[in-house]
């Protein structure tokens, strides 16, 4: 048995397949959209830096060092009378 398309089916058939593969090919782009803009998104909060905080967390850094850099040399004072009033 032989099988006859006409024209018109033959394009119907075509065109209904196009149109199936637009969608699924503007579904799929529209997914790749979505994962490439969460990707970035993750990516800025990973490297991202503000320099305006680096700044405000080192000078705190900076702060405490400075303190306990003085309490040891208060200690190390406090130790040196102690060790005096012995002798």
Known sequence: ???STTVTQ???LLGGTLGDQASAAA???AS???VQTEANTQLQS??????NQELVNLTTYQQ???ASARLVTANQDMFT???TMVR
């Open 46 to 51: 990973v490297e991202g830096v503000n320099i």
């Open 32 to 34: 790749a959209t979505a």
């Open 10 to 12: 033959y394009a119907a």
């Open 27 to 29: 579904n799929a782009a």
């Open 1 to 3: 048995s032989s099988i």
């Open 81 to 83: 009378a102690l060790m």
């Open 64 to 66: 405490a060092y400075s």
